[in-house]
Each structure stands twice: as structure tokens, then as C-alpha cells.
């Protein structure tokens, strides 16, 4: 009998645990936001977009500013999640360390003059909360998701 599945690891076994695939996802979505940013239609004021800077008029969904650097950002995040998601403690970096880089901008845009040149990503009221809560989210992903990994680690060590 031959089979029609091409030999080696599957999507499901590549990514095991918990952990791996909600990097993964989180990876995916940020690939798609980098993506929709430059689509003009989804992303207002097109032609405004500028490199870098809060003189940016661009708003992906017509919501939050995003510039050309901002959209290369989101992009290169959603190829370390979806490359770091390969192993448990890869994505367990990925999760948490993108999640306080993620508080960290949220802290930048709060105490930055949004029309200062200071503002260079560039960011509004609605990018620092939603950087609030991606910052939540993907640390409490992080360390919930791999906590039954370490609690069996721990099982194991101490029944040999």
C-alpha cells in the first residue's frame, strides 16, 4: 500500500507542545499584520506612509499608525516566531522576550511626545494599548503554556 503522505516529521509533531504553537500563531499574525500594512485599501492614507517618524499618516484598518519601518518590524517578528517556534525553549523565549519588548514599547509610547521626533516607530494611543496587551499576552503564553513541560521535567528528575 502506498501512502500519499510525504515521509518525515508532520506540522503537528514539528510543533508539539502548547508553547511551540501559539508561537507559531503569534508569529503568523504578526507576518499578516507586516503584510497588511503595506496593502493599500486595508491600510488608509497609503500615500502618506513615510520610512520612519511620527509624520506617517498611515493606519492599518484605519486605527493604528504604521510607517514602512513599522511594518518591517512586525514582519521580522513574524519570522523569529515562526522560525523560533521549531523548539519548546525557543518559543518559550520568543513569548516571553517579545511580550516585555512589547511592554517596554508600550512604556516608550506612554512617556513619549507622539509628535516629538522622538517618535520614530511611529505610535498613537491605540498602537500603545495594543502593545499593552500583546505584551500581556504573550508573556502570560509563555509561562502558562510551559508550565506543564516543566512540571513534567521536574517528574521525571525526581523518579530516577
Known amino acids: 500500500m502506498v501512502s500519499s503522505h510525504p515521509p518525515g516529521p508532520t ?43 511620527h509624520h506617517s499618516g498611515a493606519m492599518l484598518l484605519g486605527i493604528f499608525n504604521v510607517s514602512i519601518l513599522h511594518n518591517i518590524v512586525h ?23 517579545g511580550g516585555v519588548i512589547y511592554l517596554l514599547l508600550f512604556l516608550y509610547g506612554v512617556v513619549i511626545d507622539h509628535d516629538s521626533s522622538a517618535n520614530f ?18 508573556i502570560a503564553l509563555g509561562v502558562l503554556l510551559s508550565r506543564r513541560r516543566d512540571a513534567n521535567t521536574a517528574l521525571n528528575r525526581n523518579t530516577r
Open 121 to 138: 516607530v511611529p505610535l498613537n494611543t491605540a498602537d500603545n494599548g495594543l502593545h499593552l496587551f500583546l505584551g500581556v499576552a504573550m
Open 75 to 97: 514582519l521580522l517578528f513574524g519570522v523569529a516566531g515562526v522560525l523560533m517556534a521549531r523548539t519548546f525553549d525557543a518559543a518559550r523565549i520568543y513569548l516571553i522576550g
Open 11 to 53: 506540522t503537528a509533531s514539528r510543533y508539539g507542545s502548547h508553547v511551540q504553537k501559539a508561537a507559531l500563531a503569534v508569529g503568523a499574525v504578526f507576518l499578516l499584520v507586516g503584510i497588511l500594512g503595506f496593502v493599500p485599501g486595508i491600510t488608509t492614507n497609503y500615500d502618506t506612509m513615510t520610512f520612519a517618524g
